[in-house]
Nanobody, 123 residues
């Protein structure tokens, strides 16, 4: 069992930055690939970024590539999402998720989810 708690969301102007954190419980954090997803009102939950268990491999949605960076600190049981050059279309609830073994861009392949944190980007 893994429990995930996101933090760091908020209101920011277009062009600004936010750093999301996701703290995981348990002693086996390093055995889970981690992902960030987001869901805007009226839209399906979509992939944002993922990172392998060691942090050596990262994956990004085309819409955030070059602006967002996913990272993890296995000693702190935490995964991060640094978001720069934010746009109004980045407005959504952001969720972190954990998946055993390998990374995935598919939400249904993740086993554990946080409660989400709201990110609002004003124009």
């Amino acid at each position: 069992q893994v429990q995930l708690v996101e933090s760091g969301g908020g209101l920011v102007q277009a062009g600004g930055s936010l750093r999301l954190s996701c703290a995981a419980s348990g002693r086996t954090f390093s055995s889970y690939a981690m992902g960030w997803f987001r869901q805007a009102p009226g839209k399906e939950r979509g992939f944002v970024a993922a990172i392998s268990r060691s942090g050596g491999n990262t994956y990004y949605a085309d819409s955030v590539k070059g602006r967002f960076t996913i990272s993890r600190d296995n000693a702190k049981n935490t995964v991060y999402l640094q978001m720069n050059s934010l746009k109004p279309e980045d407005t959504a609830v952001y969720y972190c998720a954990a998946r055993s073994v390998v990374s995935s861009t598919t939400p249904t392949e993740y086993d554990y989810w946080g409660q989400g944190t709201q990110v609002t980007v004003s124009s």
